[in-house]
């Protein structure tokens, strides 16, 4: 059997809440940071630019901090932990992409045993965040040029790729795989996906199984 490749997209996808604004509630800018997410959906505001703003929240605050509040409550979508552990257990490689921080990713790849993760790195010293400029952002396309070098460097062809996600942001990353499930999905993302799924990764399990 050929090994697979899953391309995952994060808010949405695999946690039911934006995690950044969660995690911009530990100084007490959640709801700062989700109207300036809103506007910046609605197309009010630049999206590189409200990603920094929003991170530049967190300025002080401990990795570990973020990590407590995470183990508290991860959020994750119904079935996302048995999504992780079916595809481990069957040969998948697995990435997760984001314009999230990457430490947060990385909490999330060692809670569900992901492989990779791509997201935004943060100034990071003696585990404090000390904020983000925007020379660190690689480029509106950045999610699809990360699992690209994955892919590349793995050697999967197309046809062995299945990609998730929920919104038009991930329809870069869906330009890399055979086949692709939209969860939730907005702006119109279902019109471009193989397999279309509710709130519930026990689902996507399910397609898996029949590919």
């Known amino acids: 059997m050929n090994k697979k490749l899953f391309l995952s997209d994060f808010d949405g996808t695999l946690v039911a809440k934006d995690i950044l604004d969660v995690v911009c509630g530990i100084v007490g800018k959640e709801e700062e940071s989700h109207m300036l997410n809103m506007d910046f959906i609605q197309g009010k505001r630049d999206g590189l630019l ?3 703003k929003r ?3 967190l300025k002080g605050i401990s990795l570990n901090k973020i990590f407590d509040t995470l183990r508290k409550n991860p959020y994750l979508i119904k079935g996302a932990k048995e999504l992780f552990d079916y595809l481990r257990g ?30 935004t790195l943060p100034r990071i010293k003696d585990g404090i965040i000390q904020g983000v400029e925007l020379e660190y952002f ?3 396309e950045f999610k699809a040029m990360g699992c690209r ?18 919104s038009p942001a991930d329809l870069g990353v869906f330009g890399l795989a055979g086949k692709t499930i939209a969860i939730n999905p907005k702006g119109g993302i279902e019109k471009k996906a193989t397999f279309v799924i509710d709130e519930d990764l026990t689902e996507a399990i399910k397609i898996l199984k029949i590919l």
């Not at 069957?90 to 060692?110: A, M, Q």
């Not at 070098?149 to 996600?165: M, P, R, T």
């Open 149 to 166: 070098a994955i892919i590349d460097d793995l050697g999967f062809k197309k046809e062995n790729i299945i990609a998730i996600g929920d």
């Open 90 to 119: 069957n040969g998948y490689i697995s990435v997760l992409h984001s314009g999230n921080l990457v430490p947060i990713l990385e909490f999330y790849k060692e809670y569900l045993g992901i492989d990779y993760v791509i997201g």
């Open 50 to 52: 409200t990603l920094k």
């Open 55 to 57: 991170v530049d929240f």
């Open 138 to 140: 690689n480029g509106r």
